[in-house]
């Protein structure tokens, strides 16, 4: 039996870039990523992705205009954890994205993502995601580094 945990994505996108942050601590320090993190108790899903997006990168969204993209879920072997992740994007968005304590934002062209950096899951699911495909997608894991087996499906709705 796993215990799970919910936690927020978000990415902010334009036509040409996407924009990434570089976690400075805590889990998944020095890989490249959106912006989110775990869901408070009370908290709606969408309200923890717009606090985690500003507390991050001073980037502010609207609440609709977050479209739900994807879904994943992480296990770690020896781990009774689920990690539940529920991905969001938008273009729109105001505020210039800044540096703060916990992410260095920077925004990468489509071509020149940076995958060797980044979870090794997002090479699986990036593609859905940039093809504007909806995606569940279920990865287990053994240590931080290595997928030992992995699943992801395309959804027509979420
Ligand atoms: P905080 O610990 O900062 O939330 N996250 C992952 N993202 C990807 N792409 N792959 C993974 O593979 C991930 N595990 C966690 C969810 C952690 C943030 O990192 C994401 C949250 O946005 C294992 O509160």
Redesign the pocket.
């Known amino acids: 039996m796993y215990f799970k945990k919910l ?3 978000v990415f902010i996108r334009n036509e040409t870039s996407i924009l990434l942050g570089l ?1 400075k601590r ?3 320090v020095n890989k490249w ?6 869901v408070e108790p009370n908290e709606q899903i969408i309200d923890a992705a717009v606090r ?1 997006l500003e507390e991050e990168c001073c980037v502010i969204v609207k609440p609709t205009d977050l479209r739900n993209i994807g879904h ?1 879920e ?1 296990t770690f072997d020896g781990d009774n954890t689920l ?1 539940e ?1 529920r991905v969001y994007s938008t273009t729109t968005f105001s505020g210039v994205p800044k540096e703060t304590e ?1 992410m260095q934002p920077k925004w990468y062209p489509y071509d020149q993502i940076p995958f060797d950096t ?5 090479s699986y699911w990036f593609p859905y995601m940039l093809k504007e495909k909806l995606f569940y997608g279920r ?1 287990h ?1 053994l240590g ?1 580094d290595k997928i030992l087996n992995y699943n992801i499906d395309e959804l027509q709705s979420m």
Not at 33 to 38: A, R, V
Not at 118 to 122: F, L, T
């Open positions: 936690f927020t994505l976690k805590g889990f998944g990523n959106g912006f989110g993190g775990k985690e994943l992480f990690m992740v916990e980044m979870w090794p899951d997002d990865f894991y931080f």
